[in-house]
């Protein structure tokens, strides 16, 4: 399906990736955004909330982050496209709603702009360090997808493909900002509502008696969706569950359904990713990297390229589920992995494990509050090889 | 070309860098990556934009080293002197900036843009006149760029009154040159 | 329009006289003190200081009563009075603007 | 391990009901999933027949109406009723009603949930949602404890009470809830008990029915934990206790309804009053501000 | 990327203040973390004069004071009070400072922080402190908005106030927040402006004396962002304001404070009662029913 | 030091998990609990709301489990030491102050008694699937130690070591049992108070002026502890900060805080570790688990070893940190490593990552709501070195 | 105890007559039906259910007034009454132990 | 050995567990691990406990094939009575159990232990009865060490009544046993 024209701001602007994937999530058919203000994320509420009443969307700011996160399942329930924004104190305070958001499979979005952390840390300045709490934030096990865009230019369109993936997996798509990208001003083309796809959600078309909010059986199972208020009488509960949506509280339902939750992400990895390769063919070390880091780092490469080093880049748009099969593929032919983050080392150990002891994985840890400067990256390539 | 904007919370420092950055990216054909940067969550604070231009996509984002500084507070200038890069260019509020220590490689420029602002009705028109004046001495964006980029980026009902101010400084600023 | 208290045993006591510092270097202008001296003791300067800020001078010497109104009013700990040499009261050095009102 | 033995002698069955049974709110209820979690004597099941009827009686269309719960024996609420129907997390049912009535405007949403879990981990979703008057109706069962986790002591249990976290009796004052539910905001605020019935029907019905974020306490037996920790008896008994000690008093000062350990319980309608929602609110005010330019959401149909 | 250049042709150097200027505050502040963050012409420095004026004439030795701000500019007074001081998380400086409180039965604990922090993600800690009757006095710095991340509305804007998020006027109903602590349980509640700063301090003093949960409301401009928004002048415009519209109502029926937009507020101090702290209450209450076998909580001293 | 005795129990009792944990937690010194209920761990706070008045304790239950986090840390800088006790939705709220902890680097104790996740899940039945999130729940980087008991006798003992772990490495220290464990009753030994082993709180001793809350050179480098009220004037933030406690936003000041608070307890990990190990010398299969998996892993093992397989069991008392020296070094003598545990695989992540390829990873997951049947682990064990 | 509401216009109705059912296998025993029952219709068996619980059973045939207090209070939606025929009222049938009092 | 008591919430099954597994670890110089299960979340619903006795200590807690069965409902007794091991030992409430399907394998006794506690005056004593029976019934702790656990495990001022309970339940046990 293509974007709804009402939403599309067709045109190229000078925006900052706050404001782009305030863009993006209009244009990506979100109507409800709930949420509550934090640095460096407000941005992208306060644009919403200026182009809402413009658009048929509703915004509401909560009291808090864990009303926020709440307020997005029940609406979504009700059948709007919804997300909620924010960053690293307030997607901590989320996690209780976001495991309820995936238990329930509910499709939405949650913007998280990283900021130096741990607690209130650098409430200005620019981090990485949620990346592993994207996954493992919550309690139980679960899965979501997580992005990460590199540009005012993705935000807007990386949005609204978190908004496609969250309806075609069921499931809460973490948009893995970082306060650089996210203040960042640049250049960004939306295009006309005719050259933007989004995916409709799937709503059930089938008698109501037969109507099962949930599907376990099959690793891409997706039931589809229903409206509250249209007569199916669901019952949607954050309780293990049977595909009714009624609560099981034994162990062969929790195998069902958490392994239901699990395996439709982790199963579908290779359909679900976007990763960007750049002359991984034959080289020697691969950098390895996400977000702003990305950028960075293909300055480095640049010199090491300059200076004759045979390096690689893969930039991991979708960063969970983590692209594990091809990072296996990659360790045979490698030498290293060189792994620029703005944390003291997060996804470094999925590429470690993937890596295998077949080719050496090097971390380029930067504690946040700034980017790497290209040299560090550039020296960890040189010693990578050595 | 790396520029760096400084000042104190209120200024509209960031604004200066927005204005430039969107005159060159959108009307001037070039790539313009602003950052900016808040002091302590932002309030009355040091406050600065950082604002690459370049031909070819911009890929890392901040500046260490611009070569022009634009100072709109004394702190500011303090603070980021040091960094300017060898022959850089300084460009300085006149009445806000008192200069503590001139380096010999670096040009420096002066206008009295509060002044002129406040003239004008209201000191908050201070960056605009700075970004006339920037116009007109760096020329890395032509002024008719600059011009378009106002509208959609100051209120409606301010736009004329913030070409005014542009022009005012971009006059100082050819005047400067000419002086020179 | 100042906002001041008369004191209720007036008759009795002394006019305090008060001296005045200001810590320029904290002041940002936000023209508190000189706007609610009950004395009218100061003016802001036309100067800025470093931080870019107009800040107050005394415009009066010798006017202040030491009431500590403009150091209690300064969100920047930047004026404070201490006590000079105590003289008696002059009527109108009390009242002024004829505000006795406190909102 | 070995396979289960299947080896019977004889199968003796027990009768089942001669008659094909069908009670009149069957419709309405979830009895596939009978028996409920509910112990004996416990007044959950007794409030949820009064949603029911109060519903019928308030003459909206079921598929129109959504319960959403929290997480408490009274949160099990929504699971029991053939309405659309939410088990959320504890403390956060208004949020996610919140969400639910804003994304679907022609909903009326109910939220059936426990003291602790409305007043307690809940307590500022509850300001928060009466101050903005969401369209919600709020059914909050008082049994002056956290049912669910095993008895332990919560907002609304009274002073010198007994419960599994305060052994030695209640030392926290309690809320007066209908006072902090009118002091938030809440245009419609009752109280009364499991033993009410009829009053209650009708006080449902017309919150039911009522615009605005309404607010309903009921005072509710837990015989197995807050009445025997406290040596109170049955939930008769605490039935027979509400029938003596409860009192109506329509239009009570809510300033005044505090509810001391085993004293009277003041019960009745205190506040009814008219006060634009927060989606009339909004409506109105964008209206006036963006005239035509403001486009009011609309629920995406299906086909989107 | 080359060394940074230190060749320099000159010194100029700015004129240093002559005198060593000592603020007589000066030891109550942290003047080493001079200059603070607030805005030119923002109250919340003038508060914080009044805070340590209060202090000072209430007679409390400032070792047994501690100070325990939430997150938001107002938050940040913590920061620079040269007493122990804790800048906790957003919404949590309640819960923080019961921790506190409890942890040293000596220490009196100010919580110093902004409307949004006590008031919205802060509400439920706000409201159960309160019916705890925590021995906690609450400075509530109500500058109408979130103004640290860039003026939001928030829980206090007044309805058709601009802000950030509200683009077209507020349409939420605000907080009365004198009302919501008093129905909470709060045993002394006022409000003040920022201009009333010898009432403020004499408040402030009263409430820092006062056992038990004492809550002052105080009314401060935002001259950066709530007014500039609303293009209402600059902090001197605010406090001329205050000055017209404020009016002083001691005692007066909570239920009647509102703050309407640009309207009168009522200052003055609206409820002072006694009722045993939460620890008074626990002490009592377990003496009596464990005598002897009660052993009341004392710190650990530095040995331990 | 050794334990107050008033606070020891000396005896022997027929106690479940939580009940031990309790008296661990008095025996070790903690003085205060702010808590709020949440099946399986309830019975934790309800034991020490009932002896805490007799031994001179503060027991509150807060409105939820955001404030009882928070008045935690409160607590332990008026001096307590303290705790906490939740399960994974509560865990979960905690997750922002429990970041204010690690970044105030408060030493205090959050007992998460384990149950079936994600979301309300299956609130009665074990699980362990909270053990990623132990360690990367809140946002921004950050460490804490992790302990798993896998007995009654533990729950006590290591709750005790908690504490003073706790106090050791000012930080806090998450003791991670299961559902299974907690409601587990068995014989518990409470030791004389003089046989039980307490740290006690570091408090600095000199000149006032000179006291530093924090101190950021140095690998193991924690500063010793005040008191508020006793007239240090101390100001303590979770902004980043410098040694003296004031806000720095910088990402110097980012890098020597954050570092330090990752570095205290990963350059410390081989002080830390508890670790059993158990006929390793020598193995083909070492199989690694903890908490109550460990028990039905040896039962696993004990059939395995009669069938005459070389196996040998690794259990993971403290599972974070993470062992990685140990397992990266068996890693060159085995031929697998096996791990059970009651989720879809965590530390599993862990393990493969440090075998590094030397050894075969080999998961066997469980969804919770039971234990695993022994079985399941024996066929593991025989697939492993097939 | 009984729980109850005169009707105002007791003279003008006939007094209906309800047919009352019990889903036996869902009560858990409360006796709440049977208390309230303002006719004494209702009386608790002696046997257990397959729950373990006593139910109740008709004590006296007939006697229901169709009122459906039962069916309201009961927490299990295990007891119910249909319409029978009607009948006029005896007056003893509608105020039992004298109370009108509503609680 | 293997031991299943199961019933409904409020009947005391998990005490019954704790008391026989008290007895045997503490006064009867055993292993005893016992764990329970709650229905959903435990309220009206199913409930059991599962105590595991050995003479070494015992690694897995939970019971599959129970080689004792203790049930007191209807209910609890359709749902595991097919998990019972071969040849296992089934205790019922003579009352509240109806076999509908009888094991051969099995070896059935059992007692109106609610019938027995209601006549003592409260049904809550129903399952210190059971317990009483079972000691006699299946031998696995002695009497003395069964009598020891009672003290700390309920109510001081229940204690008599307890012993009396559990002393109806013994004596009827050892009847059971006599007239087989
Ligand atoms: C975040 C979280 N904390 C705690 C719990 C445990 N919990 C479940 S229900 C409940 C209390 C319920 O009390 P109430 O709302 O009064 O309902 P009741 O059971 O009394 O009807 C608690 C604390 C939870 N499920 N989630
Ligand atoms: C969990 C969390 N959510 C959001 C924020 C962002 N935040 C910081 S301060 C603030 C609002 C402050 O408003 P208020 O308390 O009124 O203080 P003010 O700045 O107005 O003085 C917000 C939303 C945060 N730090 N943490
Ligand atoms: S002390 Fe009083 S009189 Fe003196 S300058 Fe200050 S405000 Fe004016
Ligand atoms: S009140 Fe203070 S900050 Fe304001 S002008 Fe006066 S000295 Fe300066
Ligand atoms: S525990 Fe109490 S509230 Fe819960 S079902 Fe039983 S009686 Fe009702
Ligand atoms: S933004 Fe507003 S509240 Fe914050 S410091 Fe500035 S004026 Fe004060
Ligand atoms: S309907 Fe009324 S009269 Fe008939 S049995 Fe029920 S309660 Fe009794
Ligand atoms: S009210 Fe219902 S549950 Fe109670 S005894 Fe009567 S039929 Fe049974
Ligand atoms: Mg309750
Ligand atoms: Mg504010």
């Known amino acids: 399906m293509k974007a709804d024209p009402i939403g599309v701001a067709t045109g190229s602007y000078y925006l900052d990736g706050d404001h782009a994937c305030a863009e993006g999530a209009i244009a990506g058919g979100c109507r409800f955004l709930a949420g509550y203000p934090i640095t460096p994320s407000t941005e992208v509420a306060e644009r919403m909330a200026e182009r809402f009443p413009k658009v048929g969307g509703v915004f509401i700011q909560m009291e808090d982050e864990l009303a926020s996160m709440a307020a997005v399942s029940g609406a979504v329930w009700a059948g709007a496209k919804s997300m909620t924004v924010t960053s690293g104190p307030g997607f901590s305070l989320m996690m209780e709603n976001l495991g309820l958001a995936a238990m329930m499979e509910v499709p939405c979005v949650v913007v998280n702009v990283q900021r130096g952390g741990p607690s209130t840390g650098l409430p200005t300045l620019t981090g990485q360090a949620d990346m592993m709490q994207a996954r493992w934030g919550s309690h139980g096990d679960y899965e979501i997808i997580a992005l990460s865009p590199n540009s005012p230019q993705e935000c807007f369109d990386l949005t609204v493909k978190a908004f496609n993936l969250s309806e075609e997996w069921r499931v809460p798509v973490l948009f893995m900002m970082d306060e650089c990208v996210g203040h960042m001003t640049e250049k960004v083309v939306i295009p006309n509502a005719d050259k933007i796809d989004v995916t409709p959600r799937k709503f059930y078309k089938g008698k109501k008696e037969d109507y099962r909010p949930f599907k376990f059986n099959g690793a891409d199972s997706v039931a589809p969706l229903v409206k509250a208020g249209d007569g199916y009488f669901i019952h949607i509960t954050g309780l293990t569950h049977d595909e009714r949506g009624y609560p099981v509280i034994n162990a062969e339902a929790q195998e069902k359904n958490v392994t239901h939750l699990v395996n439709k992400i982790l199963k579908n990895e290779e359909k679900i990713r976007i990763i960007e390769e750049n002359q991984v063919e034959g080289a020697d070390v691969v950098v390895v990297s996400y977000g702003i880091s990305s950028r960075v780092a293909m300055k480095a490469v640049e010199s090491a390229r300059e200076k004759g080093l045979k390096v690689g880049t893969i930039r991991l748009v979708t960063v969970w589920p983590f692209p594990e099969s091809r990072i296996r593929e990659l360790a045979k032919s490698v030498k290293a992995f060189v792994v620029p983050e703005i944390n003291l080392g997060q996804i470094v150990l999925e590429v470690e494990r993937c890596a295998n002891g077949e080719a050496k994985t090097i971390l380029v840890p930067h504690a946040g509050g700034w980017v790497h400067d290209p040299i560090d990256i550039l020296n960890a390539i040189e010693e990578s090889i050595k | 070309m790396d520029i760096k904007f400084s000042g104190f919370g209120g200024q509209g420092i960031i604004k200066s860098g927005t204005l430039i950055g969107k005159a060159a990216s959108l009307f001037d054909d070039k790539f313009a990556t602003l950052t900016q940067s808040f002091g302590p969550e932002a309030r009355g604070g040091a406050c600065s934009a950082q604002l690459v231009i370049d031909e070819e996509p911009i890929l890392y984002p901040y500046i260490v080293r611009p070569e022009i500084l634009v100072s709109m507070s004394q702190e500011a200038y303090e603070k980021f002197l040091d960094d300017l890069a060898p022959n850089g260019t300084l460009l300085t509020d006149t009445d806000l900036v008192k200069p503590h220590k001139i380096r010999k490689d670096v040009t420096m420029h002066s206008i009295p843009s509060t002044r002129i602002a406040e003239e004008m009705g209201n000191r908050i028109f201070a960056n605009v006149v700075m970004v006339g004046f920037f116009t007109a001495i760096t020329k890395i964006v032509n002024s008719e760029a600059m011009k378009k980029a106002l509208p959609g980026s100051v209120p409606e009902r301010f736009i004329d009154i913030n070409i005014e101010a542009f022009d005012k400084g971009f006059q100082y600023g050819a005047e400067t040159l000419e002086k020179n | ?103 | 391990m070995s396979e289960p033995t299947t080896d019977y002698t004889d199968t003796l069955t027990i009768p089942e009901p001669k008659e094909n049974l069908k009670h009149p709110l069957e419709s309405y209820i979830r009895s596939e999933r009978f028996p409920h979690i509910w112990c004996s004597s416990c007044g959950i099941g007794t409030i949820v027949t009064a949603y029911i009827s109060g519903l019928q009686k308030s003459g909206l269309d079921p598929e129109k109406v959504a319960v959403v719960s929290g997480i408490g024996c009274s949160g099990r609420a929504a699971g029991y009723l053939r309405l659309d129907s939410f088990h959320s997390t504890h403390g956060r049912a208004l949020p996610f009603a919140t969400g639910l009535a804003l994304g679907n405007p022609e909903l009326k949403v109910s939220v059936i949930s426990g003291d602790g879990d409305i007043a307690a981990i809940g307590g500022n979703h509850f300001i928060h949602s009466a101050r903005r008057n969401i369209d919600l109706n709020i059914i909050c069962i008082n049994n002056f404890n956290y049912a669910m986790t095993g008895g332990q002591a919560g907002p609304t249990t009274p002073l010198e009470a007994n419960a599994s976290t305060t052994p030695y009796g209640c030392y926290e004052y309690p809320f007066n809830l209908p006072f902090l539910a009118e002091s938030s905001g809440a245009v419609y605020v009752a109280r009364w008990t499991a033993l009410h019935i009829r009053r209650l029907t009708n006080a449902i019905s017309e919150a039911l029915q009522k615009p605005g974020f309404s607010f309903i306490e009921i005072i509710s037996p837990c015989p197995t934990l807050y009445a025997r920790r406290n040596r109170l008896g049955t939930g008769l008994d605490t039935m027979k206790f509400y029938h003596d000690s409860a009192t109506i008093q329509h239009g009570a000062d809510t300033r005044e309804v505090d509810i001391e350990y085993q004293k009277k319980i003041i019960v009745g309608k205190f506040v009814d009053k008219d006060k634009p929602t927060f989606t009339e609110a909004r409506d109105t005010f964008l209206n006036k501000k963006l005239g035509d330019q403001y486009v009011p959401y609309r629920r995406p149909n299906n086909g989107h």
Request: with cysteine.
């Open chain 3, 1 to 103: 329009m100042s906002y001041w208290r008369v004191p209720l045993d007036i008759q009795n006591v002394k006019i305090p006289k008060g001296d005045i510092h200001i810590i320029t270097e904290r002041c940002k202008g936000c023209n508190f003190c000189v706007e609610y001296c009950p004395r009218d003791v100061l003016e802001m300067s036309t100067d800025f200081n470093r931080k870019g800020y107009h800040y107050p001078q005394v415009l009066k010497q010798g006017a202040c009563v030491n009431c500590n109104l403009c150091e209690m009013i300064c969100p920047e700990f930047s004026i404070y009075c201490l006590e000079g040499e105590e003289k008696p009261p002059e009527p109108d050095q009390v009242l002024r603007k004829g505000e006795n009102h406190e909102s």
